[in-house]
């Protein structure tokens, strides 16, 4: 009997060289480019929907500016600005408009702390005090653990959520270094640590305080120096840059009020809580930032941290009781369907903003708003499960015609009852877009002949005769929907 399971211990064997050979030469099928996937009819599409959602949630919502960056591998796909960084000028946003970005500034905190674990001057499960020996915050619950350095990265630690300052409404007086020293041990700790999930701008204040303390060196000046001008981020910053708004920096807004209107929100500086909510950056900068770290999973990128920190980093590293949250190590390490997302959101007076990763796909988008009410998160959402699957399908081939439909690509308005129908090209078809709308779904348009569409229900039963009519000029003016008709909005 031992030949025959030598025999076919050594076929196993060949058989699984084979596969892991078959996955490496997988893996050296070359990327797309940029140039080739912008090519591809789909992918067109694809964006052309997203540009007339975005710019539909843009004017609807009121929301003043939304600058978009899309970066595939480790490229920018794709950026575009919507409406205005400074409402008074009509100075438009676009990808080089700089917003706060509030508590994405806690990534960049945590590649701080990371940087000096991995150096040997702290480990994650070191007690707060043993860095810092004013932190004395009255710990409630006498069998709790201590407040660690991953319970800060993690919102774990029990801490609350806020310094003892009332700095997020009224004057936005944030408190100085100082101040936060002195009060912390006014505090009380609302939860045991590593209990339940508690955010915490005051735990990411402690991490700042901690690089501050281990590097002997400002925390702002040790960002700059070891994080940020290493990454090529010439306009992100550790602050508010006052000269700077209403230029390149966009005015932030205050959310719409019952009577609609918005107004320009006060410039604040975060002084003690800069390590939880002080940044500032563009699309651009924070494109170069996804890049980079696709860049160093690839091994094509190397500096600030290792590639197994920040694969670390991404990981959840504590999820919830309930397993209604899970966080990572600074980011945000969330579900979305299937796939697991990293990044972060901020939110400041004036300012919301986001950024996401499907690492795996190598897929990150940005979405920067200078409203108090701008819902990024949900754009980003809606961008990455609306371009994740174009992007997994394989190049049309060579020979593949694909028609032309961009003269019926147009607005039309919904009259009486609000909105307009988006109505653009994806692929070899048209689709429409309901405008404005929650999510980004679309419903595709059958050719018949000429100007002629149909419309299918769910079972693929004909719902709807569409015809799009031309002007002299081949312009879009009008569409008929049945026998309804509804007219261009430019």
């Not at 052309?48 to 600058?67: F, L, T, V």
Request: aromatic letters at 10%; hydrophobic letters at 35%.
């Amino acid at each position: 009997m031992r030949p025959v399971k030598l025999t076919t211990f050594v076929l196993i064997l060949s058989l699984s060289i084979a596969t892991l050979s078959s996955f490496a030469a997988d893996d050296s099928v070359a990327v797309p480019t940029r140039e080739e996937l912008l090519a591809r009819p789909n992918i067109k599409g694809a964006l052309a929907a997203i540009d007339a959602w975005i710019e539909g949630n843009q004017i609807y919502d009121q929301i003043p500016g939304i600058s978009v960056g899309i970066v595939h591998n480790q490229e920018l796909l794709w950026s575009k600005g919507y409406g205005y960084a400074n409402l008074e000028s009509r100075r438009e946003a676009d990808a080089d408009t700089i917003y706060s970005v509030c508590s994405i500034s806690k990534v960049f905190t945590a590649i701080g702390i990371m940087q000096l674990r991995d150096q040997g001057q702290l480990s994650l499960r070191d007690p707060v005090n043993k860095h810092l020996s004013w932190f004395d915050i009255e710990q409630q619950y006498e069998l709790s653990g201590p407040v660690t350095i991953e319970g800060l990265l993690t919102h774990s630690s029990g801490l609350p959520r806020e310094a003892s300052f009332d700095y997020w409404r009224n004057d936005l007086d944030f408190p100085s270094r100082e101040q936060l020293i002195d009060s912390v041990g006014d505090q009380q700790t609302l939860y045991p640590a590593h209990r339940y999930f508690q955010y915490s701008n005051l735990g990411f204040s402690l991490a700042g305080e901690i690089v501050q303390a281990l590097s002997g060196q400002d925390y702002a000046d040790y960002m700059q120096a070891n994080v940020l001008a290493p990454l090529g981020l010439t306009d992100t910053r550790t602050y508010y840059p006052e000269e700077l708004r209403g230029q390149q920096l966009a005015i932030g807004y205050d959310g719409l009020v019952r009577n609609r209107g918005r107004v320009p929100t006060a410039p604040f500086f975060t002084r003690a809580i800069t390590p939880a909510a002080g940044y500032t950056s563009s699309v651009n900068d924070l494109a170069k930032f996804i890049i980079w770290q696709f860049g160093l999973l690839d091994g094509e990128q190397e500096g600030v941290l290792n590639s197994h920190t920040l694969q670390e980093m991404h990981r959840v590293h504590w999820v919830n009781p309930d397993w209604s949250t899970s966080w990572g190590l600074g980011f945000v390490a969330r579900r979305q369907g299937d796939r697991t997302l990293a990044g972060h959101t901020g939110s400041c007076p004036g300012y919301q903003t986001n950024f996401s990763m499907d690492v795996d796909k190598r897929l990150g988008v940005i979405v920067l708003t200078n409203a108090g009410d701008g819902q990024p998160a949900r754009l980003v959402d809606n961008i990455i499960s609306t371009l994740r699957p174009e992007l997994d399908k394989p190049a049309p081939a060579e020979e593949t015609a694909t028609p032309d439909y961009s003269a019926f690509e147009a607005n039309f308005s919904n009259q009486h009852w609000g909105g307009e129908t988006a109505v653009r090209q994806w692929g070899d078809e048209l689709v429409t877009i309901a405008l404005p709308s929650r999510n980004l779904n679309v419903q595709k348009l059958k050719h018949e002949h000429d100007n002629q569409f149909y419309r299918e229900n769910a079972l693929g039963l004909r719902s709807a005769n569409i015809a799009i009519e031309v002007d002299d000029d081949g312009n879009a003016y009008r569409m008929k929907v049945n026998d309804s008709y509804s007219y261009r909005i430019d």
